[in-house]
């Protein structure tokens, strides 16, 4: 995070400021240079304050949690690294004075942004306005030693270092503080963005079955492309609504919706329990496929024409005209996988197995019987005993 960064820059600023206040600096890196060694605290006042200006404008996060201070600070930031670039220029009398007004009016904004941003409830201002407390706390000392308010001993001698220092100790804690607090976040956004996809996932198997994708060998929609096909041996069914032109012909459009939804629903399920896949709804007829075991197809007939029945006792109270259907099953190899452009896919499944149970069960009208299965899914019966099931040519 960019806030490290400035974090350090704002801590080696600081450390050149108190080197330049305790001699350090003009004994150990320019103690050829007296005159700088005086112009080199005001210049590190400025320099320290521009820095902690930045820091705290990234730290706080102003852009986005006060737009006002934000525009104070830029100007503070702008102000501080002009004026630090003059300064060799100043008398030191001039420059120590300007630097005093800089520093102080900074640190007036500074505790005030972290006032803010903390009723703002952002999390990380509590340590950054701490850190500022232990270092005016510190200053205080300092000046009420200097006055003779205070008696001289370790903790006024040695005030303003001890309050640099917890300073420096709590806006470390606060930066790590706010590493936490971004991590989280980051982690709760992708947390939500996986959510959403699942939910996207979700919505989009409503359209495209899973167990679709799996005869594609594919694991994500995403992965899928136009053309893609595997042939396989699986049991077709067909179902239509007999005389469904003439009910729709007595509702209105809406109606006609109602009316489908209301079918779909009652059917859907049924397929779903016995391993079936609806591939597509055509109008009022349905199309699914059964891979696993072709008298799972018949069972869901059966299943189907009992909760037909139901459902017929409930039109039947609203005096509403009571439904026939037909169901036509055929075994066989089909073509299963995607056709369209490339604005527009859909999954389908082609082959002569496909015909010949749409035909199958076109001819349940003929017979006037429910239900037609083919002798190929007849023969994969494992006990055709168990159905009531009558030969026809």
């Given at each position: 995070?960019?806030?490290?960064?400035?974090?350090?820059?704002?801590?080696?600023?600081?450390?050149?400021?108190?080197?330049?206040?305790?001699?350090?600096?003009?004994?150990?890196?320019?103690?050829q240079?007296p005159?700088?060694?005086?112009l080199?605290?005001?210049?590190s006042?400025?320099?320290?304050?521009?820095?902690?200006?930045q820091?705290?404008?990234?730290?706080?996060?102003?852009?986005?949690?006060?737009?006002?201070l934000?525009?104070i600070?830029?100007?503070?930031?702008?102000?501080?690294?002009?004026?630090?670039?003059?300064?060799?220029?100043?008398?030191?009398?001039?420059?120590?004075?300007?630097?005093?007004?800089y520093?102080?009016?900074?640190?007036?904004?500074?505790?005030?942004a972290?006032?803010?941003?903390f009723?703002?409830?952002?999390?990380p201002?509590?340590?950054?306005?701490?850190?500022?407390?232990?270092?005016?706390?510190?200053?205080?000392?300092?000046?009420?030693?200097?006055?003779?308010v205070?008696?001289?001993?370790?903790?006024?001698?040695?005030a303003?270092?001890?309050g640099?220092?917890?300073?420096?100790?709590?806006?470390?804690l606060g930066l790590?503080d706010?590493?936490?607090?971004?991590?989280?976040?980051?982690?709760?956004?992708?947390?939500?963005?996986?959510?959403?996809?699942?939910?996207?996932?979700?919505?989009?198997?409503?359209?495209?079955?899973?167990?679709?994708?799996e005869?594609?060998?594919?694991?994500?929609?995403?992965?899928?492309?136009?053309?893609?096909?595997?042939q396989?041996?699986?049991?077709?069914?067909?179902?239509?609504?007999?005389?469904?032109?003439?009910?729709?012909?007595?509702?209105?459009?809406?109606?006609?919706?109602?009316?489908?939804?209301?079918?779909?629903?009652?059917?859907?399920?049924?397929?779903?329990s016995?391993?079936?896949?609806?591939?597509?709804?055509?109008?009022?007829?349905?199309m699914?496929?059964?891979?696993?075991d072709?008298?799972?197809?018949?069972?869901?007939a059966?299943?189907?024409?009992?909760?037909?029945?139901?459902?017929?006792?409930?039109?039947?109270?609203?005096?509403?005209?009571?439904?026939?259907?037909g169901i036509?099953?055929?075994?066989?190899?089909?073509?299963?996988g995607?056709?369209?452009?490339?604005?527009?896919m859909?999954t389908?499944?082609?082959?002569?197995?496909?015909?010949?149970?749409?035909?199958?069960e076109?001819?349940?009208?003929?017979f006037?019987?429910?239900?037609?299965?083919?002798?190929?899914?007849?023969?994969?019966?494992?006990n055709?005993?168990?159905?009531?099931?009558?030969?026809?040519d």
């Amino acid at each position: 995070d960019k806030n490290y960064l400035y974090y350090v820059i704002f801590i080696l600023g600081y450390l050149v400021f108190q080197f330049s206040l305790n001699g350090l600096a003009f004994q150990y890196l320019w103690p050829q240079y007296p005159a700088w060694a005086n112009l080199a605290i005001p210049f590190s006042i400025f320099l320290g304050g521009t820095l902690a200006n930045q820091f705290t404008r990234s730290f706080l996060q102003l852009k986005k949690n006060t737009k006002r201070l934000n525009y104070i600070f830029i100007t503070l930031i702008f102000l501080g690294g002009l004026t630090a670039a003059v300064t060799i220029f100043l008398p030191y009398k001039i420059a120590i004075v300007a630097a005093i007004f800089y520093i102080s009016v900074s640190t007036f904004f500074m505790i005030t942004a972290g006032i803010v941003t903390f009723l703002k409830k952002f999390r990380p201002a509590r340590f950054y306005i701490y850190s500022w407390a232990a270092f005016l706390a510190g200053i205080i000392l300092y000046v009420l030693k200097t006055l003779s308010v205070l008696p001289v001993f370790f903790l006024t001698e040695y005030a303003i270092q001890l309050g640099s220092a917890i300073q420096v100790v709590l806006l470390a804690l606060g930066l790590a503080d706010y590493i936490n607090t971004l991590q989280s976040e980051r982690k709760d956004l992708i947390l939500d963005k996986l959510e959403s996809r699942l939910q996207m996932m979700e919505s989009v198997s409503r359209f495209v079955p899973e167990r679709f994708l799996e005869f594609l060998g594919k694991k994500d929609i995403s992965d899928i492309s136009i053309g893609e096909a595997t042939q396989r041996d699986m049991t077709l069914m067909f179902v239509d609504i007999r005389k469904f032109t003439t009910l729709s012909e007595n509702m209105t459009v809406e109606e006609n919706f109602h009316f489908l939804n209301a079918y779909l629903q009652r059917m859907g399920p049924s397929i779903h329990s016995d391993r079936g896949i609806i591939d597509k709804f055509i109008g009022d007829a349905i199309m699914a496929l059964f891979p696993d075991d072709p008298e799972d197809a018949l069972k869901a007939a059966i299943s189907m024409m009992q909760e037909l029945k139901t459902y017929n006792e409930h039109r039947g109270k609203s005096n509403y005209t009571p439904l026939q259907i037909g169901i036509g099953l055929h075994f066989g190899p089909l073509m299963l996988g995607t056709v369209g452009s490339s604005d527009r896919m859909d999954t389908t499944v082609i082959g002569d197995t496909v015909n010949l149970a749409s035909r199958i069960e076109s001819v349940t009208k003929i017979f006037r019987t429910p239900i037609v299965l083919s002798d190929f899914v007849y023969k994969k019966l494992a006990n055709p005993s168990l159905y009531h099931l009558r030969e026809i040519d």
